[in-house]
């Protein structure tokens, strides 16, 4: 079946580089995707969306690109931080309800 | 002040035993959600519930249902309870918009272990 996934299942970089998570999606239907950080012990935190319509969007040191020529999903996060150290999961929405089918995570390593 | 909030964090019971597990959202979403996380950090949503209606993952098994007493709860009731069962449940909530799908807000989570 059509799923989200992820390329790295860990990814480990030095405090102050930047860091880039990606995501791969098969189901040309989904018009949503959103990125979360969880850590260790605490439920999934949005960190940034994005829909269908655009190919970009930026927050606060993190960048979502969408490729939907290739279906390719990325997070970019500027100057990691140790406090950016998480496990990180894509997620898309392609079923009725607003349910989320969720990649199966990357655990982003900072070292100091 | 917690936006979404689960209890008992820690759940331990035996197999064969009925539990529930409660959510309360106070950011006045109108959708709620229950996902599990198995031991390998897979989160797989089970259900997504508005005051109109529930869509049920149909890979849930029926001993899995929620309850809505209201609209800033849903609670996740197990009947029977497996050793499979074990794992992390997260309720999620989120505000209805015309834009469609958007952001999920989610607890803190509920660690169930079935001996």
């Known amino acids: 079946g059509e799923s989200v996934g992820l390329h790295l299942p860990t990814l480990s970089v030095q405090e102050g580089d930047n860091s880039i998570i990606n995501c791969a999606y098969s189901n040309s239907a989904s018009d949503y995707f959103i990125w979360y950080k969880q850590e260790s012990g605490k439920g999934p935190q949005f960190i940034i969306d994005i829909r269908s319509n655009m190919d970009k969007r930026q927050g606060q040191r993190v960048t979502v690109l969408l490729n939907k020529t290739v279906k390719h999903l990325s997070l970019q996060i500027a100057a990691t931080q140790p406090g950016d150290s998480a496990v990180y999961f894509c997620?898309?929405?392609?079923?009725?309800?607003?349910?989320?089918?969720f990649g199966g995570g990357t655990r982003l390593m900072v070292k100091p | 002040d917690t936006a979404v909030s689960q209890t008992p964090k820690y759940l331990v019971t035996q197999m064969g035993n009925d539990k529930s597990i409660k959510c309360e959202q106070n950011l006045g979403h109108d959708t709620m959600y229950w996902y599990k996380q198995d031991s390998k950090k897979f989160l797989k949503i089970m259900f997504s519930y508005n005051n109109k209606e529930l869509i049920i993952n149909e890979t849930v098994p029926n001993r899995f249902s929620p309850k809505s007493p209201d609209k800033a709860h849903l609670n996740l009731h197990i009947n029977s309870l497996e050793l499979g069962d074990s794992a992390v449940y997260f309720c999620?909530?989120?505000?209805?918009?015309?834009?469609?799908?958007?952001?999920?807000?989610f607890g803190p989570g509920t660690r169930l272990t079935v001996l």
């Open positions: 999620a909530s989120s505000a209805t918009k015309l834009a469609g799908a958007n952001e999920q807000f």
């Open positions: 997620a898309e929405n392609i079923q009725a309800g607003n349910m989320l089918t």
